[in-house]
């Protein structure tokens, strides 16, 4: 198994050394005493699995773990209990607060080591469902269903840290055309291509673009302000038509082309990325009605 980060929150420092030595050769464990220190861990870098005490000073594990269950990007972290509260309605909080197991104090080193090794694993083996699930077959792309939950992710993100967000909506000029006139297997080959461009036109791991359905595309642009967003679909829009994929049926020019619609929410003025995808879909359709192969911005 490859070293997964493993966050222990305990403000007992035998408790602390103890985990260290059982799990510290084989795994990348990180401590904390308190779960103000433990979120600050977290903001940095989200532990595979979490290892919590429960009689702790500022916040209990009870509540903690609640906490951690209410947020998008913490509730699927694994959360097992260690803790020498041992009456079985203890243990049955803990369990309807959120965590996976529950392991008393003092603990069996060999016990806590197959516990929490089986636990990676199951969480492994979850992401990897998750994953299938959330990925377009065709482009590897996020699919629709990955998307919205992003969008929740982004736009609170967005709200916490002030920053201006958009969302580019990508159609492909004339496709069913260009099914009819080279197949659908052709089709698959042209989208794979658009998708391929998009994705290496984003700026970084924080940029989304998935498959909105059937030949249209999306991309979320976080900390991106209209300026910026416009130059980014720009660069999709002339990277696709410089693939010069022949389109003897489009209406537009002689190669495959699309239209691009935007809409940008910033600090001054926050909309829902409900309203937003309508804003870049009415951008995306002034495009479409003022000729195709170019992008618009919605006001």
């Known amino acids: ?73 913490t509730r699927d972290i694994p959360i097992i209990f260690i803790s020498s509260l041992s009456s079985p309605e203890q243990e049955t909080r803990g369990l309807e607060a959120g965590a996976v197991d529950y392991i008393i104090k003092p603990f069996n080193a060999s016990i806590v080591r197959a516990r929490v090794h089986n636990h990676l694993e199951l969480k492994r083996t979850k992401d990897l469902l998750r994953v299938l699930s959330q990925t377009d077959v065709l482009t590897g792309m996020a699919n629709r269903r990955r998307l919205f939950e992003l969008l929740d992710q982004v736009q609170d993100r967005s709200l916490r840290l002030a920053q201006p967000l958009s969302i580019l909506l990508i159609d492909v000029d004339s496709f069913k055309q260009y099914n009819d006139l080279y197949g659908h297997i052709a089709g698959d080959v042209c989208l794979q291509r658009v998708a391929g461009v998009i994705q290496s036109s984003l700026r970084s791991v924080t940029d989304v673009a998935a498959r909105y359905g059937g030949e249209e595309f999306c991309c979320v642009l976080e900390n991106s302000d209209q300026e910026l967003a416009i130059q980014i679909a720009e660069r999709i829009r002339s990277s696709i038509e410089a693939l010069q994929i022949p389109h003897l049926n489009s209406a537009v020019t002689r190669c495959v082309t699309v239209s691009i619609g935007v809409a940008t929410s910033t600090p001054s003025c926050r909309i829902q990325h409900t309203q937003l995808l309508m804003n870049a879909d009415k951008a995306l359709y002034a495009a479409k009605d003022l000729g195709r192969n170019q992008v618009r911005h919605a006001h």
């Open 1 to 73: 198994m490859d070293e997964a980060f493993i966050l222990v929150v305990d403000d007992q420092m035998n408790t602390i050394e103890t985990l260290g030595e059982v799990l510290g050769d084989e795994l990348d464990v990180h401590f904390a005493l308190s779960a103000e220190q433990a979120l600050s861990h977290i903001e940095r870098q989200l532990p595979e699995l979490i290892l919590l005490d429960i009689m702790m000073p500022d916040v209990d594990g009870f509540k903690f773990c609640e906490i951690l269950k209410s947020r998008l990007e």
